[in-house]
């Protein structure tokens, strides 16, 4: 069970929206930033947000990413076929450990 | 280009010890800047950090993973270590090594699987 709770799945249509939430506590998220990251089939995580908000260089402006008190939301606007894939939110503790979510796939109808 | 590269074996047994070397390119291991992380993935599952090591040799652990890690530096070699020992099936899984930087970890190796079993 991972410390940080995000949803299993997720779905949009080509063009769509899309919005993933990642739950944690004050001890977490609460007290540090946020960082999703993008997961495909037999790859490695790629960094795809750091810092609750910022886009490293080469990340499409499509994907964003906020946080409030003690959840974090990843949003991909204007939906592709090559999004699909699973997204993870990361955080530290103050324990001073890196936590995860659980990971959420993401299907593009 | 930042390049890291995990390498050791892909089958262990249990009771014994993992053993996982990155090689980084493109960065210096004893830079001021960077940590080095070993973060894992069990077959179908997410992500665990392990641990990791700054540049002056100073590795931090996750506790869940009960005094059986040491991460160390090999830095004439720019290379880093995972020692995991008393490995059980639970400890398969896909170990990558990443670049860690102001709270995250931007850049990753490919991974490499590590089958606990006899």
């Known amino acids: 069970q991972s410390v940080l709770t995000q949803p299993p799945s997720a779905s949009g249509t080509p063009g769509q929206r899309v919005t993933i939430s990642c739950s944690g506590r004050?001890?977490?998220?609460?007290?540090?930033?946020v960082n999703w990251y993008q997961q495909f089939p037999g790859t490695a995580p790629k960094l795809l947000i750091y810092s609750n908000n910022q886009r490293p260089t080469g990340v499409p402006d499509r994907f964003s990413g906020s946080k409030s008190g003690t959840s974090a939301s990843l949003a991909i606007s204007g939906l592709q076929s090559e999004d699909e894939g699973d997204y993870y939110c990361?955080?530290?503790?103050?324990?001073?450990?890196?936590?995860f979510g659980g990971g959420t796939k993401l299907t593009v109808l | 280009q930042v390049q890291l590269r995990e390498s050791g074996p892909g089958l262990v047994k249990p009771s014994q010890t993992l053993f996982l070397t990155c090689s980084v390119s493109g960065d210096s291991i004893a830079s001021d800047y960077h940590y080095w992380s070993w973060i894992r993935q069990s077959p179908g599952k997410g992500l665990e950090w392990i641990g990791y090591i700054s540049p002056e040799g100073r590795a931090y652990y996750n506790p869940s993973l009960k005094g059986r890690v040491d991460i160390s530096l090999e830095t004439s070699k720019n290379q880093f270590s995972l020692r995991l020992s008393s490995v059980t099936a639970a400890d398969t899984a896909v170990y990558y090594c990443a670049r860690h930087w102001s709270g995250y970890n931007d850049y990753w190796g490919q991974g490499t699987l590590v089958t606990v079993s006899s």
């Open positions: 004050s001890s977490n998220i609460g007290s540090n930033t």
């Open positions: 990361a955080t530290w503790d103050d324990s001073l450990v890196e936590v």
